[in-house]
């Protein structure tokens, strides 16, 4: 049962036993807690917020993201939600194949979806990506200061993937607006299904218009792709299409958003990179190493031993990717952000058969942003340090970064 106010304000006595993925402190540097737990608890476990299972240690969350189908993709949210939120419209094979199936739903769909994210594809967004982020960056300049997060990154990915999707330019706005509460409302949210059902809505009309109007666009190829010889379901194109949205633009918005902050409070490094944009490849993969946004859920389909810990049928496992992300058993110095790391076997995208399909576009999105910046601010720096933010949960990141130029 969740219960928030109590969760959210009651202070953690052992983060082994009673950890709080949504505390303050903790989202704004988990590093220390990860570091504690993977020691001494390797698979820590609270009550809080419905009760969760997390691992820590890179070796685990690899294997626990193989465990397929004992723990079940039906909901990837990290919290379970409210019992009467719990419907087939937000989670199970209506919700957002393929994260939100298992197999063997999410095997055709993941098949069906993949064509469109090859690195060709992913290129191919190089020039209007570019052209959104020199516009934004126009519409800043001259002012000398920007919120990097609110007017930058924010704008960037949301743009990017309804243009790849072929969302019409006026009903963009309203769109994200209503993805961006489905990301923001958390528990609290009754509203969840409603705007859920508005985005769902939404893809169902565009979805009729692509059968009789086809054009070149991501909308009308998933519309006509055949699996065994049959069209996909339109409910399941829908929620294929929705979850382009919900997967990939804050995840990508809160690498470009922690990217900027890092380069604004480490001048060391932003110096180092604006004199030498070689670093780029490698500092692109450092940064999703030790920014990684992503933690994701599975749920137990039945009782699992695993080294020592017994998951019950029902039970939520969170897949902490960014924590195996700074395993010291697998990253020299992880605690270290090294712009030239040459050994980065980092799992920020996941693993095994949920590996994200939009890595190739994330990182040009993100390669494209941050060169963009630096291109035309070389210099900048936090201006208000202690009115950073960060968000966490399921995705974590940076919401406010005021940085001022020059
Ligand atoms: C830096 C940006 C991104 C990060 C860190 C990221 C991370 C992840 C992770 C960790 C997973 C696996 C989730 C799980 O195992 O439950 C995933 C899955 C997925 N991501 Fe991404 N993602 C990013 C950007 C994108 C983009 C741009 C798109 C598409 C527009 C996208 C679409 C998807 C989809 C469709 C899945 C589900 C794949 C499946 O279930 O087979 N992601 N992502």
């Known amino acids: 049962m969740i219960d928030s106010n109590q969760d959210a304000f009651r202070p953690v006595s052992d983060p082994a036993i009673d950890y709080n ?6 989202i704004e540097n988990p590093l220390p807690t990860w570091d504690d737990l993977r020691r001494r608890c390797p698979i820590a476990h609270t009550e809080r917020w419905g009760g969760s299972w997390l691992p820590t240690r890179y070796e685990d969350v690899q294997a626990l993201a193989k ?4 723990l079940s993709s039906r909901s990837s949210l990290v919290f ?3 019992e009467e939120l719990d419907s087939d419209l937000v989670t199970g094979p209506k919700g957002a194949a393929p994260l939100s199936s298992d197999p063997p739903e999410q095997t055709w769909t993941r098949k069906a979806l993949l064509p469109h994210f090859t690195p060709k594809m992913a290129e191919a967004q190089r020039p209007f990506t570019t052209t959104v982020c020199a516009d934004l960056i126009d519409s800043f300049i001259d002012d ?5 997060a609110s007017q930058y990154s924010e704008q960037i990915t949301p743009k990017v993937i309804t243009h790849m999707l072929g969302v019409n330019k006026d009903a963009t706005h309203e769109l994200i607006e209503w993805v961006k509460m489905i990301l923001n409302l958390g528990l609290e949210g009754t509203e969840w299904t409603e705007y859920w059902s508005l985005i769902r809505d939404f893809f169902a009309s565009e979805i009729q218009d692509r059968r009789f ?3 070149d666009d991501l909308i009308s190829k998933l519309t006509h792709t055949e699996v065994g010889g049959e069209a996909i379901p339109e409910e399941v194109v829908v929620g294929m299409c929705a979850l382009q949205l919900v997967a990939g633009i804050d995840t990508t918005w809160s690498v470009i958003s922690s990217a900027i902050w890092h380069f604004a409070a480490h001048p060391e490094d932003q110096q ?4 030498d944009p070689s670093l780029w490849p490698t500092a692109i993969e450092e940064l999703l190493r030790f920014y990684s946004p992503v933690t994701s859920g599975r749920n137990a389909t039945r ?3 695993y080294n020592e810990v017994t998951f019950q049928s029902g039970d939520k496992v969170l897949l902490n990717f960014p924590a195996a992300n700074h395993d010291p058993e697998v990253f020299e110095n992880p605690q270290i952000f090294m712009l030239d790391r040459k050994e980065n076997r980092h799992i920020a995208f996941g693993v095994g058969i949920h590996r994200c399909t939009g890595a190739n576009l994330a990182r040009v999105e993100i390669e494209v942003a941050l060169k963009t910046w630096f291109e035309r601010i070389p210099r900048f720096s936090l201006e208000h340090p202690d009115a950073v933010c960060w968000a966490g949960g399921g995705t974590r990141g ?9």
């Open 21 to 26: 993925i949504l505390d303050g402190a903790y």
């Open 398 to 406: 940076p919401t406010r970064v005021p940085v001022i130029f020059g």
């Open 144 to 148: 000398g200061r920007c919120d990097a």
């Open 303 to 305: 009782t699992i031993e």
């Open 213 to 215: 109007n086809p054009q």
């Open 272 to 275: 180092r990179i604006a004199a």
């Open 80 to 82: 379970d939600l409210p």
């Open 67 to 70: 465990m397929v189908p004992a």
